[in-house]
């Protein structure tokens, strides 16, 4: 091996393909192909100016070309990009993200059901709990301020109804 090459051949300092931000930039690649898919199927212009399909159509766009970017950074610039820690994430870690994905798919579940201030006021409370280890009693208050606060955003300022739920919540 020469002296100006690592085990692997590359040059000193020089990182090879970046799995973890090449990974991300597929989802949001993926996940650009699926906004744009949607926006469209909706119309991009009405009477009184941009439709429905205009601005997510826009959005899209500038995300799928910021996704190709980071997989263009990931595959041929990695030594450019912070190097991250995601394998030294430990079984603490998976099960908080685990906890998390659950709780949003409770969410989508049980939101016309249960009312979209009462299930959102669940999932932060238990994401205060869990990922955050809040006390009990400041993930309750917090909690309920926030989902207080969406109420108060969408149902009353904005004229947003939300799902009230069986319980009217």
Known sequence: MSAGTTKRGAAPGRRGVSVSYLVAGF??????????????????YSSLGPGAGFFPAILAGLLALLALALVWQATFRADTLPRTEFASVGRAGYARIGAIVAGLLAIAFLVEWAGFRLSVGLFLFALFVMVGRYPLLRSALAAALLAAAYHLVFDVLLRVPLPAGVLGL
Request: glycine share 6%; hydrophobic share 70%.
């Open 27 to 44: 989802v949001l690649l993926a996940l650009a192909a699926i906004v744009g898919r949607e926006a469209v199927e909706m119309r991009f």
